[in-house]
């Protein structure tokens, strides 16, 4: 149906049977029972039947649910959605001596300094009331600093100075790659917003395979694959 509906309790019983793993062409691995039913799609016939985990042979396909579901929040605009891709893709947040959020630094390569001057674009455009509101001193009258890091001269590494922006990133996105997530918000914004998102994220962490054609991104945080999983889906490209 779509709606949502919260885990209440786990159960546990012993499995003597061997489970099955179905791996994905995104690879993606579900483990299942033998007897484990799945929903799979016949492009011949163009109908989806069930089918019993052991039943189901290599190249069939698997059909992974799309939620269209559209909420979306007039305060969250286009731009903060790929400002918000770049933090997902290369940023962190850095603490002050107070444990809380201090600056967002994101880090690009040297080639990629065209990213560089987008990020600030949008930076002044989004956030910039901040800065004129926060800080009075001529150190902080741009939204954004960029510089090379001493240890990698490769390494492009721009600093968004202002703490609400930076708390509102953590927020949003978590703080440091293993924690990388998305607000909910985030998960039913209209398409054009989302596809923003991505674009800002795969413009930072993704790259092509000449030899599959595919766009390949990686990540440590399980919860960031699943909802950029949700989001292609929502998209039609999953």
């Not at 770049?86 to 390569?109: K, N």
């Not at 509101?133 to 001269?153: A, C, D, F, G, Q």
Request: glycine letters at 6%.
């Amino acid at each position: 149906t779509g709606a949502k509906h919260r885990v209440t309790r786990r159960l546990h019983r012993p499995v003597k049977e061997m489970l099955i793993g179905l791996q994905t062409s995104t690879n993606q691995i579900s483990y299942a029972t033998p007897t484990h039913k799945f929903h799979i799609y016949d492009p011949q016939t163009k109908e989806t039947k069930l089918k019993k985990a052991h039943e189901i042979s290599k190249g069939e396909m698997l059909i992974y649910p799309r939620n269209t579901t559209i909420k979306d929040d007039p305060e969250i605009t286009s731009d903060m959605c790929k400002i918000l891709g770049y933090y997902l893709a290369e940023g962190c947040t850095i603490l002050g001596s107070d444990r809380q959020p201090r600056y967002a630094s994101i880090a690009f390569h040297v080639k990629e300094e065209h990213m560089v001057e987008e990020l600030e674009t949008l930076c002044e455009k989004e956030f910039g009331h901040f800065d004129k509101k926060t800080h009075k001193s001529e150190k902080y009258s741009r939204v954004l600093k960029k510089y090379n890091k001493i240890s990698n001269p490769n390494c492009l590494e721009t600093n968004i100075n202002i703490k609400q922006v930076a708390q509102l990133l953590c927020d949003w996105g978590g703080r440091v790659s293993y924690e990388k997530r998305l607000d909910e918000r985030f998960l039913y914004l209209p398409f054009d917003k989302q596809e923003q998102l991505l674009a800002g994220l795969f413009n930072g962490d993704a790259h092509t395979n000449p030899n599959s054609h595919t766009l390949c991104w990686t990540t440590n945080s399980r919860t960031l694959v699943n909802q950029v999983r949700f989001i292609l889906a929502r998209l039609g490209l999953y």
